[in-house]
């Protein structure tokens, strides 16, 4: 069973949290994806990850079951992204969580570490993303036109299974890729294209890499196909005592495309941080 909470940014918008798992275990905070939303994880907190930690996922602002403001402004300022983080972080009571960023998870990470440092974590998974936003480590979608589309919503539809498709080595079949195309549709398009305009200055980015100390894991497909693995050792360069583990068979998912490996090596890495930044009384 899962705990659900409903955590205010500071702006005021409301984010739907759910947590899992092992109360008093070493707590992981999943953050996922463009278009997605927590139950991109279902294969970490269905897992023996949830017997042994805390885990604790939310909905993006514009995603899921989180509020939803068409204001471009309330996706295109770092800090707000930041200030969700930090939100969750402080309702629901995690103490020195280990963050995982998946896709755009790893950008909300990056402005994490811009406004707010690493101090309050044990460690940090960025996982087929590009924090330094440098355009050629990014592959183009294919996505439906107005010829190939017979209305501007059967457009964003197909536009939405290319792009989901595109997410993974081998998409998903039956109800799992129906699942992710429901909560993908889930994002207004108003929203995705004001994440669009969002970006980050690469000097700010490297700034707040360099200065990470906590344990940095990074996890890349090598056949991601909407961003290069380059990204991966973009971020690594600037994060010297990173380490990147690269999934040969994956995509751009490999959390969910090999779910087993992925959960081995995050529960390593997850004691190996727990461990060296204990939180006092633990």
């Not at 909905?59 to 899921?64: E, I, Q, S, T, W």
């Not at 983080?85 to 570490?113: D, E, K, M, N, T």
């Not at 355009?135 to 183009?140: D, G, H, K, Q």
């Not at 398009?189 to 940095?216: C, F, H, N």
Request: hydrophobic share 45%; aromatic share 8%; glycine share 8%.
């Amino acid at each position: 069973m899962s705990e659900i909470h409903l955590v205010t940014a500071p702006d005021g918008v409301g984010l739907a949290v759910q947590e899992w798992g092992n109360r008093s275990g070493p707590e992981i905070l999943l953050i996922h994806g463009l278009a997605q939303s927590h139950l991109s994880f279902t294969r970490q907190f269905a897992s023996p990850l949830a017997r042994d930690h805390r885990i604790v996922s939310f909905d993006l602002r514009g995603h899921g079951l989180s509020e939803k403001p068409l204001e471009p402004a309330r996706y295109q300022d770092g800090r707000r992204w930041a200030d969700d983080v930090r939100a969750v972080i402080a309702h629901v009571g995690l103490r020195r969580p280990v963050l995982v960023g998946w896709s755009l998870g790893g950008r909300v990470i990056r402005q994490y570490l811009i406004h707010h440092g690493d101090a309050g974590l044990s460690g940090i998974n960025i996982v087929s993303a590009r924090p330094i936003e440098d355009p050629s480590v990014t592959l183009a979608v294919p996505l439906a036109t107005d010829e190939t589309a017979a209305s501007p919503l059967e457009r964003e539809i197909r536009s939405a299974i290319a792009f989901l498709q595109a997410c993974y080595a081998t998409p998903p079949e039956g109800d799992d890729f129906a699942m992710a195309l429901a909560f993908n549709m889930m994002l207004p398009s108003q929203v995705r294209e004001a994440i669009k305009g969002w970006s980050t200055p690469a000097e700010s980015v490297i700034a707040a890499l360099r200065a990470v100390r906590v344990p940095t894991l990074i996890t890349h497909g090598l056949l991601d196909g909407l961003i290069r693995p380059a990204a991966a050792e973009m971020t690594a360069a600037h994060v010297p005592h990173a380490r990147i583990s690269w999934f040969e068979t994956c995509g751009h998912s490999p959390f969910y495309e090999d779910a087993p490996r992925f959960n081995r090596e995050l529960a390593a890495f997850v004691a190996e941080a727990w461990s060296r930044g204990r939180p006092p009384g633990s």
